[in-house]
């Protein structure tokens, strides 16, 4: 499995941006993925995660500005980000989760077992 993120870059607060994340694989409908960040000095937080049956999570930060989405034929998932804060600036990865993970371990990096690249998000005032 080979994930791809992509979408990231400099925006001012308030803007948009879309986050894109393309997996390799034939069972792709069938995996629940997740979006984490990462600041500098910070350990890798939870942002959001969309279940193999379409179901979604949030960390309470970007709740109502944050739009986690999936497109089974594109092997794609996507993080549509509105309203952008400073504190969104982080670099942003993408991630598939274990076989085994329970829906109550999404928030958790060790719930994970395979991850893309990172795309840079950087929010500026």
């Known amino acids: 499995v080979q994930l791809q993120a992509s979408g990231g870059g400099l925006v001012q607060a308030g803007g948009s941006l879309r986050l894109s994340c393309e997996a390799s694989g034939r069972a792709f409908s069938r995996w629940t993925m997740g979006w984490f960040r990462q600041a500098p000095g910070k350990e890798r937080e939870f942002v959001s995660a969309v279940r193999w049956s379409g179901g979604t999570d949030y960390a309470d930060s970007v709740k109502g500005r944050f739009t986690v989405s999936r497109d089974n034929a594109k092997n794609t998932i996507y993080l549509q980000m509105s309203s952008l804060k400073p504190e969104d600036t982080a670099d942003y990865y993408c991630?598939?989760?274990?076989?085994?993970?329970?829906?109550?371990?999404?928030?958790?990096?060790?719930?994970?077992?395979?991850w893309g690249q990172g795309t840079q998000v950087t929010v500026s005032s």
């Open positions: 991630a598939k989760t274990r076989p085994d993970s329970h829906s109550s371990g999404y928030y958790t990096p060790s719930a994970y077992e395979y």
